[in-house]
């Protein structure tokens, strides 16, 4: 109990820190472009608890929900304007600082290129944290080649009616070889060349091969979770490490490019994402298997936030950069209100997908399957 705790707490610290460098990579930038950042809630969002200090006009601070963490640019939200902003925490506190609306340092009043750097700055943060990460992986461990995938503790009772257990391991499933480079693209092209029938699948158990019939449903799934299986490790050299770094975070962010892009062809469900619990448990569980699986998936998860926050999608980077661009080319802004409206909407939205994967099948996934 007190292990799986603290793998929970890794899991929850991880995915809490990749967070904050994105955020941090907001205020650098914003800094760097000239604008007022007042407040950088270095741990927590919501009420502030903790002021820490004050430092070039920015207070730094702890909030009250303990996960992730936010930066405030002056000027970037429509109601700072005027930005009435580090308001007391509690009667007798200062009074909160007051900005004019014209002020040259606010967000809306920077140009259009400094505006794009700050919105950059929290992608590119996480995707250089990515490099860092698979740099040091790679140097420290060597090359890492995930060969095949097992099966989770997800079996749903058809899989399990036809003999298959947690911790299988993937060998040949009709007749098609699924063990090698990039095993879990092998398992799905093989399953959806397979829809509705019941072919014969290959796993290694307790050092063992084991023959089974199992049934593939007219999706192109056999009810089966699937985790990272065995790795293969070779040494790499420091020039190696350095190419693997920069290149793996956006080869993993093709690789999701094209799985999100899947969704839309049906050839990927909805049910298959997992929401921020989901992610925290993913963690936790890397972390439980050492090291090299932790520090890897946190290199990953890095690279899918940076992509993430790149989609031009309205709330999120990707979307304002969307309205700026448009900025750029026709030189004039749109509606600042229009804008704000559609970031609103779009926030709402992002929430309600976010809350329904997160209950849907990180929370009650076991009752869909």
């Known amino acids: ?73 002056v000027g970037m939200e429509a109601g700072d304007d005027p930005a009435q902003t580090l308001p007391p925490i509690k009667e007798g506190d200062p009074a909160p600082l007051v900005y004019e609306a014209n002020d040259p340092y606010l967000y809306r009043n920077r140009p259009v290129w400094a505006r794009m750097l700050a919105i950059l700055g929290g992608p590119l943060a996480n995707y250089a944290a990515a490099t860092v990460l698979f740099f040091g992986l790679f140097a420290a461990i060597g090359h890492r080649e995930l060969v095949s995938m097992k099966t989770s503790a997800e ?28 095993p879990y693209a092998r398992i799905s092209a093989t399953t959806r060349a397979h829809k509705g029938e019941t072919v ?44 693997f770094g920069v290149t793996e975070p956006w ?13 839309f062809t049906g050839e990927t469900k909805m049910d298959q994402m997992s929401g921020p619990i989901g992610i925290v448990k993913s963690v936790a569980k890397a972390a439980e298997k050492g090291p090299g699986e932790y520090v890897m998936l946190m290199a990953i998860i890095s690279s899918l936030l940076g992509l993430f926050n790149l989609l031009p ?23 600042k209100s229009v804008e704000e409206r559609i970031h609103g909407y779009g926030m709402l939205a992002l929430l309600g997908l976010i809350l329904y994967i997160t209950v849907r099948n990180d929370l009650l996934g076991s009752y869909f399957k």
């Open 1 to 73: 109990m007190l292990f799986s705790l603290l793998w929970l707490l890794l899991g929850i610290l991880g995915v809490s820190l990749l967070i904050v460098i994105h955020e941090f990579g907001h205020y650098v930038c914003a800094r760097m472009s000239g604008m007022r950042v007042d407040r950088f809630s270095v741990i927590g969002i919501g009420p502030v608890v903790w002021r820490i200090g004050t430092w070039k006009g920015t207070e730094f601070v702890v909030s009250a929900i303990p996960f992730g963490a936010y930066v405030h640019i």
């Open 155 to 182: 079996v749903s009772e058809t899989a399990a009616a036809a003999g298959v257990l947690p911790g299988d391991e993937l060998i040949r499933i009709a007749e098609q070889e699924v063990k090698g480079r990039d």
């Open 200 to 243: 014969p699948l290959v796993v290694q158990r307790d050092g063992q091969e084991v023959s089974l019939q199992v049934p593939i449903n007219a999706e192109g799934r056999m009810g089966i979770g699937l985790e990272r299986g065995q790795v293969k490790t070779t040494p790499a050299t420091w020039a190696e490490a350095a190419v």
């Open 251 to 263: 080869i993993k962010s093709w690789q999701n490019l094209q799985a999100m892009g899947s969704l």
């Open 313 to 335: 999608l309205p709330a999120l980077d990707g979307g304002r950069m969307v309205f700026m661009l448009w900025e750029a080319a026709w030189r004039r802004p749109i509606s």
